[in-house]
Each structure stands twice: as structure tokens, then as C-alpha cells.
């Protein structure tokens, strides 16, 4: 799991150091600092009997770099703005962070590189404890298996069915080509669903999807035939703002697909930009939506919330199951 996931929870302050002097257990009792961390809001807070408040903003967590960097922009208490600058480690229970607080971007040359707290260097060190995990709702079937109630075909009408709990589409022609699109839509969420493709099988799964507009979509397919890499399973592919082809990220690593003819397992996960796929429980393609080219200036790319969709294209059959959306708890 990577670390922007893995850090999302509740967590307690259990170990404060600043210029080299650790806080006493009974300050830290009352101090009762706490940490919550969800997809868009790091948020730290002290006990107002201490006069510090609440700090509310957004964190990066780098772990590419070596010590992993922490960086932190926000509002600090009264309002002011505020940049954290250091370094992190992070397991399933245990947060460390040691930064240094800036009043300006430009500190950021005065990044904490390692975990010392020294006398004369105004550094904080914080150890945290988990507390919980982020909480999300139960899973809720998108599928009743019998028929297509809570789906709206969009674009034109073509062949989908619903039979023995499966739902399928085999396309006669591109004329015909759209997008089977749940009525509700959503924001942060996990869908989870079995696929199963033909010999030549390609298809696709819809995100943040709007009636009659494109969208970002991610591909499935029988990775066996074709040269065409841009088609492959975990392939994201998103439109220009005139609904042709934007551009397409290739996944990270190959999907390992079961035969043709049998059922894959895939769970796409969005918190915020962040999207994440696995396939037979191997991770195949993470991506941060507003990090791709020309991000901020392309409709598809910005939208925060839509419908979850289905497209098949091509004339081989592709074939779900078992389809299951879970979102956080508000």
C-alpha cells in the first residue's frame, strides 16, 4: 500500500521533541495532540488549554526521496498560513515526523533532514500512534443481477444484458458505441468487480463520467492479442475538452491475467486525484489525475465527482460480475 493511503486515519501524538528538549509525559497528556488524515485534509490538533489550536491544511508525502520527505501547507490558529518542511517514517502503526516550520515557501531549504532535534534549531519531532483506520460505509452491490435497474445506457443504445447474475455486451458496431453509466454518482470511492473477457476482448471502465461528455476511462482487455499498448489492461486513457483522444498513461506494471474465458478480480480505488487499480490483487497502475499533461486546462481531469461506467469496444464479448462500490464515511 503506498503511503498516502497508508497514512490516512486517526492517529495521537505519544512523543513531542522541539530544539533538542522532549515534552514531559504529563504535558503531553495534556496537550492531547491528535493527527487526522484523509484524502484532501491533514489536520493536527492540540488541546486549546495549551493555546496552540488547530493546524488544517494538505500534506505531500514523498517516499521516492531518501530520508522520505514531508511537506505541509496550511492554516496554523488566528488563520496565517503556514509550510512544514521535513522527513517522515511511516508503518501501519506508527507516524514519525521531524519538519521545520516556515512562515514562507522560500524556507524550504530549511527542511529537517534526519530525526535530531538539536538546541538553537527550532525543529519539532513527533511520534504518532494509530488510533484508527479511515472508516468507510459497507460495500453496496451496483448490480441486482436480474436486470439493468440503477444503469442508463449513454450515447447509443447497444447491446447490454443482464442474465444468471452477469452482466454482458458484445458490440455489432462502432455506429453503435456508448457507455452503460450508473445513475448515482461519486466521488472518493473503491469499485470492485469480476470481469471476464473474449479472444480480442477490449473494454473499459468509466470514471467521475457525465451523460453525453467523455471521460477518463481505464482499459480492460485480452492483453494476448493485439499490438496496440495503448489498449492493455490498466491503460488510462483520457479525452481532449472536444471528446477526442487526450492521452494515455500506460500502466505501471502488466496486469497477469488469468486465461481468456475465466473471471480477473479488479479494484479501482479514488481519494481525491489519486487513482489506483489492482488486477487479481497485484497493483498495476497508480496515477495522479492533476499531474498528467495539461491537467489543470482539461475538463475530464479536473472534475471531482461523477458516474462510475462501462464501455465495451469491440465485437467480442466482455462480461461483469459481482460489481461493488464502497465510499468513506463522510
Keep these: 500500500m503506498d503511503d498516502d493511503v497508508l497514512v490516512r486515519g486517526e492517529w495521537i501524538c505519544t512523543h513531542e521533541e522541539f530544539a533538542g528538549k522532549a515534552i514531559s509525559a504529563a504535558e503531553l497528556e495534556k496537550m492531547n495532540k491528535t493527527l487526522i488524515v484523509s484524502s484532501d485534509r491533514f489536520v493536527i490538533e492540540r488541546s486549546k488549554d495549551v493555546g496552540r489550536g ?26 496565517n498560513k503556514v509550510w512544514f518542511y521535513g522527513v517522515y517514517e511511516l508503518t501501519a502503526d506508527e507516524f514519525k515526523i ?53 444503469w442508463e445506457v449513454d450515447g447509443k443504445a447497444y447491446p447490454w444484458k443482464v442474465a444468471d447474475g452477469v452482466l454482458s455486451c458484445q458490440e455489432v458496431a462502432i455506429s453503435r458505441r456508448g457507455a452503460l453509466l450508473t445513475k448515482g454518482a461519486f466521488t472518493d470511492f473503491t469499485c470492485r468487480f469480476d470481469f471476464q473477457t473474449s479472444s480480442g476482448g477490449r473494454a473499459g471502465v468509466v470514471l467521475w463520467a457525465l451523460p453525453g461528455k467523455k471521460a477518463v476511462m481505464v482499459s480492460l482487455a485480452d492483453d494476448t492479442k493485439g499490438d496496440d499498448v495503448t489498449a492493455r489492461t490498466g491503460t488510462l486513457w483520457w479525452p481532449d475538452n472536444s471528446g477526442g483522444k487526450g492521452g494515455t498513461k500506460p500502466p505501471d506494471q502488466p496486469a497477469r491475467l488469468k486465461p481468456v474465458g475465466e473471471w480477473n478480480t479488479a479494484v479501482v480505488h479514488v481519494r481525491g486525484t489519486i487513482l489506483q487499480l489492482t488486477v487479481n490483487d497485484e497493483d498495476v497502475l497508480k496515477a495522479d489525475l492533476a499531474s498528467l499533461p495539461d491537467a489543470k486546462n482539461t475538463e475530464a481531469l479536473t472534475r471531482t465527482s461523477g458516474r462510475i461506467g462501462l464501455q465495451n469496444h469491440n465485437d467480442q464479448v466482455i462480461r461483469f460480475r459481482n460489481i461493488e462500490v464502497q465510499e468513506p464515511v463522510k
Design 98 to 150: 521531524c519538519y521545520f516550520r516556515a512562515t514562507t515557501p522560500e524556507d524550504r531549504s530549511k527542511r529537517a533532514t534526519d530525526f535530531r532535534t538539536r538546541q538553537g534549531v527550532p525543529l519539532v519531532m513527533n511520534k504518532f500512534k494509530r488510533v484508527a483506520s479511515p472508516r468507510a460505509t459497507a460495500w453496496v452491490p451496483l448490480l441486482n443481477g436480474k436486470d439493468l435497474s440503477g
Design 54 to 79: 488547530k493546524y488544517d491544511g494538505k500534506v505531500k508525502l514523498t517516499a521516492t526521496a531518501s530520508p522520505k520527505e514531508f511537506d505541509f501547507y496550511g492554516d496554523e490558529p488566528g488563520g
